[in-house]
């Protein structure tokens, strides 16, 4: 087990709907990254979060948002779904600034969101 | 920019044969390369990372990676292959202070009894 839980597990939305999932880091971890698993593809990273503020984003638009607090959990949030936001979203902590060996990012099981 | 290719999407052995799972890169700099597999269902556990440290990097559950700069590969090996390996194994990397993941797109390992 790597530390880092996701809620919920599974949660189906209809095109338009707006959600949110959730993510608690491991423990000494001050980083948070998402990224959007399509199904039979490799995880896209969408945006990650240091000390409650965005530190990098991949190429997704503005309607996929962010939240970091100060506990280092962290929000995605997702606005008017489309049919392609279906995925698995992955959320990993790390601790930047630790040395070059140690900064590993730690995933949660992820939530499986279907958009119908 | 950095990219991760994967060789193949699927892979195929017998229990107690060896595994090779291709990975290439393309990179302007020394990239930080990762290995993580995925069991149904469930999230990415590291199994193995380079850094510069060594060229020949081991990981859980007996895998290891060679980094091979020339080729610009790190294929993963399992000297004897488990029921337990079967899962989707992803190569990935990431460039300079960079800590954005870029992931190949997977290779499933099926191990045959």
């Known amino acids: 087990e790597t530390g880092v839980t996701q809620s919920p597990t599974h949660l189906i939305k209809t095109r338009g709907q707006q959600v949110t999932l959730r993510c608690s880091s491991q423990s000494g971890h001050n980083t948070v990254s998402w990224y959007q698993q399509a199904l039979g593809q490799g995880p896209q990273f969408i945006f990650q979060y240091y000390r409650e503020e965005e530190n990098g984003r991949g190429n997704f638009p503005p309607r996929f948002s962010g939240l970091q607090f100060p506990n280092y959990s962290s929000e995605l949030n997702v606005n008017a779904l489309e049919l392609d936001d279906s995925a698995l979203y992955l959320c990993?902590?790390?601790?930047?600034?630790?040395?070059?060996?140690?900064?590993?990012?730690?995933f949660g099981a992820g939530t499986r969101l279907s958009v119908l | 920019a950095q990219s991760v290719t994967q060789l193949d999407s699927h892979v195929s052995v017998s229990e107690g044969t060896p595994v090779l799972l291709r990975c290439n890169y393309s990179?302007?700099?020394?990239?930080?390369l990762f290995w993580y597999v995925q069991h149904p269902n469930k999230g990415l556990q590291l199994l193995l990372k380079?850094?510069?440290?060594?060229?020949l990097v081991k990981g859980i559950n007996g895998f290891e990676a060679e980094f091979k700069k020339s080729e610009t590969s790190f294929h993963l090996t399992k000297p004897s292959a488990h029921m337990s390996d079967a899962a989707e194994y992803f190569c990935?990397?990431?460039?300079?202070?960079?800590?954005?993941?870029?992931f190949g797109k997977g290779t499933k390992l099926t191990v045959n009894p």
């Open positions: 380079y850094t510069s440290a060594a060229t």
């Open positions: 990179s302007s700099y020394s990239p930080s």
């Open positions: 990935a990397g990431t460039q300079g202070g960079s800590e954005k993941l870029v």
């Open positions: 990993a902590s790390s601790h930047l600034g630790a040395s070059l060996a140690k900064n590993i990012q730690y």
